[in-house]
C-alpha cells in the first residue's frame, strides 16, 4: 500500500475516533452545566405565600401599562390601567412536577371556576376550585384522590386538560388526563380516564364514566351544558397504540356512550349550544371540518370549511364562536377566527400575536362577543412579551393589551405569571379571570394562582 493512503487511512482511523468521543464530551459538558444551572435554581417553599402571608393582593399601577419591549408596532396599549387580584390557589402544600394549569375554564355571575394539578404520576392528583370575587376566596369542589380512591400502585390522574363546564344541572363537568405519558399501562393498573363532576353548591363529587375509551386518557373535552352530553378528544395511554385520537359524545343524563370513533380532535372543539351540533378538526390541523349533530348523525360529518381551532369562546348571544389556531411551528402563527352557527360559515379576522408569542390555549369573550380575552405564550414565555392580557376587538379586527403583568408582579412580589391554559370572562363582561402557572424562581413554573382583572369601563366603549 502507498504509505501516503496508509497515513490518510491511519489519520481518517484517528478522526473517527476521536470525532464521537469529542462529540461525547461535549454533550457530557453541557449535561454538567445544565445540572449546574438546575442545582443554582433557587428552592421554592409550599405552600406558595404572598409576603406578609397575604390572603390576596389588590393593585392598580400604570406600570400595568408600560409596554413590553417585543410589542408589534401598531399594537394599541390600554389607556386606564385596570385593577387587579392576585391570590395562589390553595392545596399546593407539597412539590408537583410541577403545579399546574392544563385546562379551560367557567365563569357564572360572581364565580369563576378551574382546575389545577401536579402533574406527578403515577399517582397524581387534581383539584377544581371555585373562585369567589367578591370575598376574594377558593373553595375546593372536587379533589380527584379523595374521589376515586385507588388502590397503590394503581394509576391515578395528575392533570384535568379538559374545559371545566357548568351544566344547567348545577354540576360541573370536567374529564381527567395523565401526568405523565410512560404511566398509562398494565403495570399501573390502567384502563383509561374519568369524566368527572362536582356539584356547585353543595360540593359532592361524582364519577361520571370510567374509560368509556378503553386504555385513553380525555385531555380535551367540554359539555354541552343543556342537553348535558360531553364531548371528547381521547389520547392513547400507550404511544404505541395505533388507534391515535379518538372522537366520543358520552350522554352524561342518561349514562350512555353515544359514539366513539377514529380520527377526533387533539386539544379543542366548536360548541353550538343553540343548536347542539359539535364542530372540530381531526388532530392538530385545520382541516377536514367535521360536524356531530347528536339528535341527527350517528357518526361525525364531514362538512365545507377550514379553520384553526387550538382554543374557542363559547357562543356568543349573536351565535358566533370565536376561535384562534395553534400557531405553534416554524412558519405559522396564530389566527383568529368567527364561526357562525347558523350559517356555518367562517371569516378570518387577522393575527391574535401582540408581540413574539404565538401559542394561545385559552380564548375566551364578553357575552355579545365584541371583545375577546387571550394571553399569547400559554406553554411558558408570556413574560417575554410583558405577560401581556390581551383584548380583540371583533368588529375593528384589532388587539390591544388591557395589562401587562411581568416585570410588575416579579418585582413587587417575587412572582412570575408564565402562561394559562384557562381564562374566563365574568357573564357581566366587566372581570377577565385568568388561571396562571407561576414561576416563584424556578426555572419553568413551580405553582398556580388566580388573577381578577377588573377592566375600567373605559376600555370596552
Known amino acids: 500500500m502507498d504509505r501516503r493512503v496508509a497515513l490518510g487511512l491511519m489519520g481518517s482511523l484517528t478522526l473517527g475516533a476521536t470525532a464521537p468521543l469529542a462529540a461525547q464530551e461535549k454533550k457530557a459538558g453541557k449535561r454538567a452545566e445544565g445540572k449546574k444551572a438546575k442545582a443554582a435554581a433557587p428552592e421554592v417553599a409550599y405552600p406558595p405565600e404572598l409576603p406578609g402571608g397575604k390572603a390576596f393582593v389588590t393593585d392598580t399601577s400604570d406600570a400595568f401599562l408600560t409596554p413590553a419591549a417585543t410589542l408589534r408596532e401598531g399594537i394599541a396599549v390600554a ?13 399546593q402544600t407539597y412539590e408537583g412536577k410541577p403545579w399546574s394549569n392544563w385546562g379551560d375554564s367557567t365563569a357564572a355571575p360572581g364565580k369563576y371556576y ?16 371555585e373562585y369567589d370575587a367578591a370575598k376574594k376566596s377558593f373553595r375546593k369542589l372536587l379533589d ?26 348545577g354540576w360541573l363537568y370536567c374529564s381527567t388526563h395523565r401526568g405523565s405519558t410512560r404511566v398509562t ?36 373535552g367540554t359539555l354541552d351544558p343543556d342537553r348535558l352530553i360531553f364531548y371528547g378528544g381521547t389520547a392513547p395511554g400507550d404511544r404505541v397504540d395505533g388507534e391515535g385520537v379518538q372522537f366520543l359524545a358520552y350522554d352524561c343524563k342518561n349514562r350512555k356512550l353515544l359514539y366513539a370513533g377514529p380520527d377526533g ?6 360548541l353550538a349550544r343553540s343548536t347542539g351540533r359539535v364542530y372540530y378538526v381531526p388532530g392538530k390541523g385545520d382541516s377536514p371540518l367535521m360536524r356531530f349533530d347528536p339528535a341527527t348523525d350517528k357518526a361525525p360529518v364531514k362538512i365545507d370549511g377550514e379553520i384553526g381551532i387550538r382554543a374557542a369562546t363559547r357562543e356568543t348571544t349573536r351565535g358566533i364562536v370565536y376561535t384562534v389556531s395553534q400557531g ?31 401559542y394561545v390555549a385559552a380564548v375566551t369573550s364578553d357575552p355579545a362577543g365584541r371583545y375577546l380575552y387571550y394571553v399569547p405564550g400559554a406553554h411558558g414565555g408570556s413574560e417575554r412579551d410583558g405577560s401581556a392580557v390581551v383584548q380583540y376587538d ?17 418585582e413587587k412580589y417575587g412572582l412570575v405569571p408564565k402562561g394559562t391554559y384557562g381564562l374566563a370572562c365574568d357573564p357581566s363582561g366587566e372581570r377577565l379571570y385568568i388561571t396562571w402557572n407561576v414561576s416563584r424562581g424556578s426555572r419553568a413554573w413551580d405553582s398556580c394562582g388566580v388573577t381578577a382583572i377588573h377592566i375600567p369601563e373605559s376600555e370596552t366603549t
Not at 359532592?204 to 374509560?211: D, K, Y
Not at 380532535?265 to 366548536?270: F, L, S
Request: with cysteine; proline share 8%; glycine share 8%.
Open 79 to 91: 389607556k386606564a390601567p385596570p385593577t387587579i387580584d392576585f391570590a395562589y390557589f390553595p392545596g
Open 114 to 129: 378551574t382546575a389545577i394539578g401536579d402533574h406527578l404520576a403515577p399517582a397524581g392528583n387534581a383539584l377544581v376550585f
Open 144 to 169: 380527584l384522590k379523595d374521589l376515586l380512591k385507588l388502590p397503590d400502585g394503581h394509576y391515578a390522574p395528575g392533570k384535568i386538560h379538559s374545559r371545566v363546564d357548568l351544566g344547567s344541572d
Open 185 to 220: 399501562t398494565d403495570e399501573y393498573h390502567y384502563r383509561g380516564d374519568w369524566v368527572v363532576r362536582c356539584n356547585a353548591q353543595s360540593g359532592a363529587t361524582e364519577v361520571v364514566v370510567h374509560a368509556p375509551v378503553a386504555k385513553h386518557c380525555i385531555p380535551n
Open 265 to 270: 380532535p387533539a386539544r379543542y372543539m366548536i
Open 328 to 358: 405553534q411551528g416554524e412558519g405559522t402563527q396564530s389566527t383568529v377566527y368567527a364561526f357562525d352557527t347558523r350559517t356555518e360559515e367562517i371569516e378570518k379576522l387577522g393575527p391574535a400575536a401582540v408581540a413574539t408569542n404565538q
Open 394 to 410: 371583533t368588529q375593528a379586527r384589532r388587539a390591544k393589551v388591557i395589562a401587562f403583568l411581568h416585570p410588575f408582579y416579579q
